[in-house]
Nanobody, 117 residues
Framework: QVQLVESGGGLVQPGGSLRLSCAAS????????MGWYRQAPGKQRELVAA???????NYADSVKGRFTISRDNAKNTVYLQMNSLKPEDTAVYYC???????????WGQGTQVTVAS
C-alpha cells in the first residue's frame, strides 16, 4: 500500500513553467515505477512521463523537450518540471505508482494545471 500526495498545480500563462511534486509514503519507494498522467475534460487519461527507480524515463511525444520527470529516492518524491506550457497542457495531473512486484497501481488525488492568458 502506498499513499500519494501531489502539489504544485495552478494557473500559469502560456510559455510559463510549473513544477509538480508527488510525495509517496507507506511502502518501499524503490519498488515503484513513478509516473505522471493527465486528464483533460472530455478526454481519456494519458501518460505524460514515467521514471523507474534507476532513473530511466519515458515521455509522451507531446511533452518531449518541455517536461522533465525526476525522482528523489531518499525523499520518496517524484517531480514533474513543466516548461514552455501550452493551453493544451491544461488538465488534472495525477501521480501514479506502479509496483514492479505486484503490478498494482496507486493514484494520487490529482492537481489542476490551467494554462491560460
Amino acid at each position: 500500500q502506498v499513499q500519494l500526495v501531489e502539489s504544485g498545480g495552478g494557473l500559469v500563462q502560456p510559455g510559463g513553467s510549473l513544477r509538480l511534486s508527488c510525495a509517496a509514503s507507506g511502502s518501499i519507494f524503490r519498488l515503484y515505477v513513478m509516473g505522471w498522467y493527465r486528464q483533460a475534460p472530455g478526454k481519456q487519461r494519458e501518460l505524460v512521463a514515467a521514471i523507474t527507480s534507476g532513473g530511466s524515463t519515458n515521455y509522451a511525444d507531446s511533452v518531449k523537450g518541455r517536461f522533465t520527470i525526476s525522482r528523489d529516492n531518499a525523499k520518496n518524491t517524484v517531480y514533474l518540471q513543466m516548461n514552455s506550457l501550452k493551453p493544451e497542457d491544461t488538465a488534472v495531473y495525477y501521480c501514479n505508482a506502479h509496483n514492479y512486484m505486484t503490478s498494482r497501481d496507486y493514484w494520487g488525488q490529482g492537481t489542476q494545471v490551467t494554462v491560460a492568458s
